[in-house]
């Protein structure tokens, strides 16, 4: 074909989206354009150069050819295809509604099979995957309301409400795949600070009830309230799901002492500033149990320290079976884990503890948990505890009224093989959750608490697993990971061997010319 001929079939292939682009330029050039404002014309350009898009791609499918290949084709059922039609099918695309037209080589009784499909990566419903990982994406931030909202506005496809709950689904569904792939490829990550911080939390989440754990959910029915109008103090409306929130992160050591953590004016901080975490990554659990989450976080422990050259270090709120879990994993996978009790709950359980000898806001108040807090960060949890039973004692005061003593010293006594801030503090070791709370309220709360909602389990966990990919920013290299996975399961694993035919247009000049059409 020569040259002018080349430009001329171009030309003609797509000449419907040239006439459209014509028919943008003439009216950017018209007096109706001329009279708008500026963001009344991106709004009017941006619709009519989506309509151009949808045209461009539309007629690139139907230039591309049907994808008729050398027979025979033989599917993974040993089954060999040797009759073919033409079949058309409709995508759902972010332009618009288009339409691709495939050769499907079939048998009676068996599926067909249409290689255009493997070769352009179809997914197996109407919705593209480019439009998939849209919904993704906006279903990961915002309500499904708002993610039907986003897609209307923002792109020229049509998804329903229901299948955009079927989306979010479908597209999270490699989540643990992509990690255990990460985790098998050694000599990956790229931490290179000395600590290596793990931690772990629970957040509830409000649950239908078919899906709440099965105590829960016995609780939960067996539950009366007291009043019928409205929930007296106390009460919930709705049981919770319990999520199990992980994170792992490098940090740099941060030598301290306790006046400098507490802020003593007599000894101010110089030096260089508080280390952030690098390298952070978090996610969260409904459907797996704690001890199976833990794994999970031992093993991306792992991945990134394989020769236990970092410190290891692990943060918690000071629960009892969180704690247990740890310790035994890491003794039977031979990890050396400095278990630490996150310094902020002392400090509460310490106000708490306060107001009951100091009930009225004031310098006395605010003494009493100052001399305490420095002494537990010098490592004398266990005489703090004694000391304010011994006031609490003394002052005769009431099993009520001390309460809170009684809960902190408990707390102190119980958890103070975790609490030696002061070596802590002198190895530079972090002392505070503030990853794993943060965890909490922007990975989990800030989506799954939209005021009315009770989630479907799957649902639930799909949705915490794509705001965990964008929150460790692992999200564009799961979406390539998720893409060929999805190329496996709708086309590769469909064929003899898992070798999908090439089309006529991969095949050479040759081969193309003399392929006969099965009809």
Known sequence: MTALAKLSSLEQAYSQARENFEQIVGYLDSQEASEMTHSELERELEKKGRELMRKLMQEHLNNRGPGQCDPPV??????????????????????????????????????????????????????????????????????????????????????????????????????????????????????????????????????????????????????????????????????KRMATVAAVYTIAPFVRTPEELIG???????????????????????????????????????YRDPT???????????????????????????????????????????????????????????????????????????????????????????????????ACARYLSNHSPYLRYNRYLAKGLPVATGVIEGACRHLVKDRMAVTGARWSLNGAEAVLRLRALRSSRDFDEYWTFHEACEYKRNHQDLYAGGLVPLTIASLSTSKRDNLKVIK
């Open 308 to 406: 236990g050259e970092k410190i290891w270090v692990a943060l918690v709120d000071g629960n009892k079976s969180q704690i247990h879990i740890l310790k035994r994993l890491a003794k039977k996978n031979g990890f050396e884990l400095t278990i630490i009790v996150d310094l902020i709950h002392v400090i509460e359980y310490l106000w708490d503890a306060a107001r009951a000898f100091h009930p009225d806001p004031g310098a006395q108040l605010e003494n009493w948990v100052r001399y305490r807090l420095f002494e537990i960060l010098r490592g004398k949890a266990g005489l703090m505890a004694g000391g304010m039973r011994r006031s609490a004692t003394l002052r005769g005061m009431s099993a009520k009224a001390r309460e809170s003593v009684d």
């Open 74 to 239: 033989e599917g993974a059922d040993g089954v060999v295809r040797s009759r073919m039609r033409l079949h058309e099918r409709t995508l759902e695309t972010v332009f618009g509604t288009v339409s691709v037209e495939r050769a499907g080589y079939g048998q009676h009784g068996v599926e067909s099979l249409h290689p255009l499909d493997a070769e352009l990566n179809l997914p197996d419903e109407r919705y593209s995957l480019e439009l998939r990982r849209r919904v993704a994406e906006e279903a990961a931030k915002s309500s499904f309301d708002e993610t039907l909202e986003s897609i209307g506005k923002n792109t020229g496809g049509h998804v329903p409400k229901r299948q955009v709950e079927e989306l979010v689904l479908r597209a999270a569904q490699d989540f643990d795949a992509f990690y255990q792939r990460r985790h098998a490829l050694t000599g990956k990550s790229q931490d290179v600070s000395s600590i290596l911080a793990i931690s772990v939390d629970g957040k509830g989440v409000t649950m239908r009830p078919q899906d709440l754990r099965e105590q829960t959910r016995k609780a939960a029915e067996a539950r009366t309230h007291k009043m019928g109008t409205r929930l007296s103090k106390g009460e919930k409306k709705n049981a």
């Open 264 to 302: 003593d004016s007599s000894c101010p901080r110089a030096g260089p500033q508080r280390p952030r975490p690098e390298q952070k990554r978090v996610w969260a659990s409904l459907q797996k149990t704690p001890e199976e989450v833990i794994k999970e976080l031992l093993q991306e422990a792992r």
